[in-house]
């Protein structure tokens, strides 16, 4: 195959010459594999798709230079930085999406300093939907200029977190808002489990022995856990994988929940990390955590601020794979699960990179859709002005 | 498809219960769309690939909202995007490699202050193999942090770009590293193509009326004129899609070219546009630009930096995409096309949208590898501590 017959000048430019004919290209069609692949198992009516990017079918790297340097001849890495936003939320905006392009829901919400945010943000733009996105004050102007740039409102509301969460829970009910904020919507999780599908297949219909992944609120993990116990309920499977959740030391409540010295406020500092998208006080399904850990055989563990960039530049320097610090956590706890034998070097593991940073390509903020919101009656008043 | 038939509670999240069995889930093995999948037309010998990475097979996507917005119903965007160091460079930068790897050549070089060199950069970590990288000393400390992190070599070289890139050459030559170069191997040509394949089989084995694409060195626009081409001569097509090429006003070397006006020095301005991507006062296949643009019946054409600013916003609100201004050149583009006539609004139209920018991932810039050259004996001691 691909043999050059000869060279050809082409005003200056060397064009690679072959014995050209119909058979050199391929007659079938180029296959898609996105998450929809899944349907069967998947809160998606028979019908056409409507959501309008590809979703998910993410690759599962066998990353030899990674695996040669850190000695796990069996290593792979999940990458969901291939997602549209870049991170494994794009998921599920694009399930709860569906789910309001198919019963006629114009506007979705969710509250979310982070990725979630701006993957609702351009989920609902390519979907010609309306965002109205709720975050705290203190939120990055970096990531607001993502979601004004993908034309969502953005609320931000003086008393935190916790309350733009209310407020944007609140508005989901009143105004019939499709819910994408995390632990309440279960097609979140729904989404999420088709990463558990993937790897499985990926490996060849075969379960990996163990899988680390990054933890704050927790239904990334969940959904594997549902993932995995799913491929076992349709008889695809005989057991599940160990589940090695990772939070940084900074603010570690579910590992201190884990290990039975539970975390009072003063013991959790999320500002402590880089790690932002894993950085949650009060993860919003953190029992189903401890429980998914449990019953996989798993385990918790929190890793340092120099383990966390560390893994930030091996991914990039062994595996090509960009991530964010949150999105490395999962390296980071190779090491320390490796140390305490949670994981042996020799099994096969799978490192889930949540996600990474992008920038917002230098265009204008449209600071006209960022207002300040305490209550519905202001969140109104604002959108009245848009058709 | 896809029916639930209940819910359970699971430690306080909600799982959804499905009808569970094997038939579930899809017998046959997820399909992977890679550029590799043409390889009889790429200079590719038999065997497996060694790259590591996934490339190209990136979504042409139908932007919905897009289309209703700007009244062209079946406008397209080609989302290079996707690729693992976001934009279309991961496609030459991965055959080169190939190639590197099937030869025993341990060490790819290239000049370039942007994507060309960050996708060295990556897909040379990827593949376990040295990069070794020739900048102008003015580069952008963050794509300098990408470039480290990825463990490239990163040489600057004070008398500017047109001498790094010579320098990088005579490092090739010298040393018998693979040259990545843009307009130096054929082979990135060749990797680029496989753009317009893709777009082909995407629309259904059928071209585009017309394709917008911006334009810096050159290649981009060239080798999708070779890919078209190769349709041709394989019988699959009988025609192909007009090639419109865009530029920044301020930086139009081959806009000017095309209008008979030949741009001199001083009306070249790189630092006045935020495309910095396209920002080539002597693009390295200027000719053969020309030539394929007026072989396909296009045009080349500059927009101003509003226009471009516009465009990143639009895709990002309109389409759901994320794009750095060179990569949104394409949409900039349009507009001004259809207003002169070289574009009709119901023509099947596709934006090829190159690129976007990414963060390095607050890890630490590893400035231990980055060193000033101005000749090849200073490059030759800088590795010589390295292994």
């Known amino acids: 195959m691909g043999s050059v017959t000869g060279s050809l000048d082409r ?56 695996r040669k340097a850190s000695g796990t001849p069996h290593l792979w890495i999940k990458d969901e930085t291939r997602n549209p936003s870049a991170s494994n939320k794009d998921r599920a905006t694009a399930l709860v999406i569906e789910d309001g392009l198919r019963r006629g829901v114009g506007t979705i919400t969710t509250a979310s300093t982070g990725n979630a945010a701006v ?26 200029a993502l979601m004004t740039q993908a034309r969502a409102w953005v609320f931000r509301v003086p008393a935190g977190y916790a309350a733009a969460v209310d407020l944007s829970r609140a508005a ?39 899988m680390i992944v990054p933890v704050g609120d927790g239904p990334t993990l969940v959904a594997l856990d549902k993932g995995f116990a799913e491929l076992v309920s349709c008889g695809l499977a005989t057991r599940q994988p160990r ?25 959790l500092n999320p500002a402590g990390t880089a790690a932002d998208g894993i950085a949650v006080v009060r993860p919003a399904i953190g029992d189903a955590v401890l429980d998914a850990v449990r019953r996989s055989g798993g385990s918790l563990l929190a890793v340092t601020e ?50 990474r940073e992008v920038k917002a390509g230098g265009a204008p903020p449209g600071a006209g859709r960022v207002a300040v919101a305490q209550g519905l009656d202001e969140v109104e008043r604002a959108l009245a002005g848009e058709c």
């Open 172 to 210: 989901a009910r009143a105004f019939g808002w499709l819910d994408r904020n995390t632990g309440a919507n279960p097609f979140t999780i729904e989404a999420k489990k088709t990463v558990a599908f993937e790897v499985w297949e990926q490996l060849g219909r075969r379960l990996p022995d163990a």
């Open 11 to 66: 005003a200056g430019c060397e064009w690679l010459q072959y014995d050209y004919g119909s058979a050199l290209m391929a007659g079938t069609r180029p296959a898609s594999f996105t998450m929809w692949r899944y349907r069967k198992l998947l809160p998606v009516p028979d019908g056409p798709v409507r959501y309008p990017m590809p979703i998910g079918g993410t690759p599962l790297l066998s990353v030899p230079a990674l």
């Open 119 to 144: 993957a609702t943000a351009v989920g609902a733009a390519a979907a010609g939907m309306r965002a109205v996105i709720f975050v705290s004050t203190d939120c990055q102007p970096d990531k607001l």
């Open 306 to 355: 120099s383990a966390l960039l560390s893994a930030v530049a091996t991914l990039a320097g062994r595996a090509g794979v960009g991530a964010e610090p949150a999105g490395a956590a999962a390296l980071a706890g190779l090491e320390c699960a490796v140390e305490r034998g949670l994981v042996d070097r020799l099994e096969t593991t799978v490192l889930l990179v949540t996600g």
């Open 243 to 267: 589940l090695i959740g990772v939070q940084a030391e900074s603010c570690q409540p579910l590992v201190r929940a884990w290990s039975g010295v539970p975390a009072g406020p003063a013991d």
